[in-house]
Nanobody, 120 residues
Framework: QVQLVESGGGLVQPGGSLRLSCAASGSIFSIDTMSWYRQRPGKERELVASAFSGGRTVYADSVKGRFTISRDNAKNTVSLQMNSLIPEDTAVYYC??????????????WGQGTQVTVSS
């Protein structure tokens, strides 16, 4: 089976930093896209950042300049470095991957989510 496991969430003060990590495991041939989404209280889940296989990255306007997404293709991991955090960043953060397995060339998987709370 394919699994995504997030880590690194927690409580941080405004202006602080936090680093999230996500590890993909299982019968994976390749990973096309790895992304971070978040869901703030009372709001819909939204894309935070994506890292594509060719090296291109995209960011939501709300985090551009503050967050950095990075991949380690050899380890099938993706990280999200979050700096200058503000209370509006408080959310459950989810890892997402679009990948290829032995049985499918278009398989996707979600992580279980990790809570990030920005508060004094």
């Amino acid at each position: 089976q394919v699994q995504l496991v997030e880590s690194g969430g927690g409580l941080v003060q405004p202006g602080g930093s936090l680093r999230l990590s996500c590890a993909a495991s299982g019968s994976i041939f390749s990973i096309d896209t790895m992304s971070w989404y978040r869901q703030r209280p009372g709001k819909e889940r939204e894309l935070v950042a994506s890292a594509f296989s060719g090296g291109r990255t995209v960011y939501a306007d709300s985090v551009k300049g503050r967050f950095t997404i990075s991949r380690d293709n050899a380890k099938n991991t993706v990280s999200l470095q979050m700096n200058s955090l503000i209370p509006e960043d408080t959310a459950v953060y989810y890892c997402y991957a679009a990948l290829a397995t032995k049985y499918s060339s278009s398989y996707y998987k979600w992580g279980q989510g990790t809570q990030v709370t920005v508060s004094s």
